[in-house]
Antibody, heavy 112, light 110 residues
Framework: QVQLVESGGGVVQPGGSLRLSCAAS????????MHWVRQAPGKGLEWVTF????????YYADSVKGRFTVSRDNSKNTLYLQMSLLRVEDTAVYYCAKPDSWGQGTLVTVSS | QSVLTQPPSASGPPGQRVTISCSGS????????VNWYQQLPGSAPKLLFY???QRPSGVPDRFSGSKSGTSASLAIGGLQSGDEATYYCAAWDGSLNAWVFGGGTKLTVL
């Protein structure tokens, strides 16, 4: 069955960087566009970014544009999210989504 | 403020039917399909409906989804305590080039 497993979360200081990974299995990863969605503590779902099956373009939410970069390695069935210039308000659980399947999420905490 | 509008809460006694609305615009619900997600406390969102009203295997048929114009609805019949969760609608927005969500509706079974 479809499995999406995020990793790379942790605690980082404001202005710092972090790279998240999402390992995919159980489906043909190279055939599907993928999203990152985040959820701040006690808040709703917020879409972050989308990358199509071939990585030919990317879309970003205004809140992360210029700071986050999505990429994928279809040979490794892995989706990435490079996060830079992190802000306190980026604190959230980050999910990768297929979008008929979601991972369990990885927590990113931005705090001094 | 979410692009898609949902009521923040809904409730009903066991066995009753409740409906959750999701209002959008011509650039999202009006021109693209709607997904619904169920998020149980402490868990990741789970797909409840795709393409407006298509139920993935394993979702009970007392759940139903519909769409009309720029609005969509999720109906849950025969409420059970296990249905207590937050429900989100989502659709692609062709003007924003973004996947937009409703703010979520927290369902309480009284």
């Amino acid at each position: 069955q479809v499995q999406l497993v995020e990793s790379g979360g942790g605690v980082v200081q404001p202005g710092g960087s972090l790279r998240l990974s999402c390992a995919a299995s159980g489906f043909t990863f190279s055939s599907y566009g993928m999203h990152w969605v985040r959820q701040a503590p006690g808040k709703g779902l917020e879409w972050v970014t989308f990358i199509p099956y071939d990585g030919s373009y990317e879309y970003y939410a205004d809140s992360v544009k210029g700071r986050f970069t999505v990429s994928r390695d279809n040979s490794k069935n892995t989706l990435y999210l490079q996060m830079s210039l992190l802000r306190v308000e980026d604190t959230a659980v980050y999910y990768c989504a297929k979008p008929d399947s979601w991972g369990q999420g990885t927590l990113v905490t931005v705090s001094s | 403020q979410s692009v898609l509008t949902q009521p923040p809460s809904a409730s009903g006694p066991p066995g009753q039917r409740v409906t959750i609305s999701c209002s959008g615009s011509s650039s999202n619900i009006g021109s693209n399909t709607v997904n619904w997600y169920q998020q149980l406390p402490g868990s990741a969102p789970k797909l409840l409906f795709y393409s407006n009203n298509q139920r993935p295997s394993g979702v009970p048929d007392r759940f139903s989804g519909s769409k009309s114009g720029t609005s969509a609805s999720l109906a849950i019949g025969g409420l059970q305590s296990g249905d207590e969760a937050t429900y989100y609608c989502a659709a692609w927005d062709g003007s924003l080039n973004a996947w937009v969500f409703g703010g979520g509706t927290k369902l309480t079974v009284l």
